[in-house]
Nanobody, 123 residues
Framework: QVQLVESGGGFVQAGGSLRLSCTAS????????MGWFRQAPGKEREFVAR????????YYTDSVKGRFTISRDNAKNLVYLQMNSLKPEDTAVYYC????????????????WGQGTQVTVSS
């Protein structure tokens, strides 16, 4: 089983930056594709970014392209989401997820989730 913990959320003004981190337990971190998702009040969990097991392939939802960057450090069991030029519509609880096998943008296909970290962007 994989345990995931997110950190790095907080309050920031529009145009600012935050870096979210996801720490993973276990020796098999490199066997999982990883993703970042977010959920705003009254909305379903939404795909943000994903990264392959070795970090060679990344994909982003259109609304964050050019602003967010997902990366991973398998030696440290860490996944990051660097968020620049933040907008009020980015406000949500951000979750990291782990998925065995092929990568996916569908949250229902992920095997493990962290508890989430709140990101609030003010204007």
């Amino acid at each position: 089983q994989v345990q995931l913990v997110e950190s790095g959320g907080g309050f920031v003004q529009a145009g600012g930056s935050l870096r979210l981190s996801c720490t993973a337990s276990g020796r098999t971190f490199g066997s999982y594709a990883m993703g970042w998702f977010r959920q705003a009040p009254g909305k379903e969990r939404e795909f943000v970014a994903r990264i392959s097991t070795g970090g060679g392939t990344t994909y982003y939802t259109d609304s964050v392209k050019g602003r967010f960057t997902i990366s991973r450090d398998n030696a440290k069991n860490l996944v990051y989401l660097q968020m620049n030029s933040l907008k009020p519509e980015d406000t949500a609880v951000y979750y990291c997820g782990a998925k065995s096998g092929s990568s996916s943008a569908s949250p229902a296909l992920y095997d493990y989730w962290g508890q989430g970290t709140q990101v609030t962007v003010s204007s």
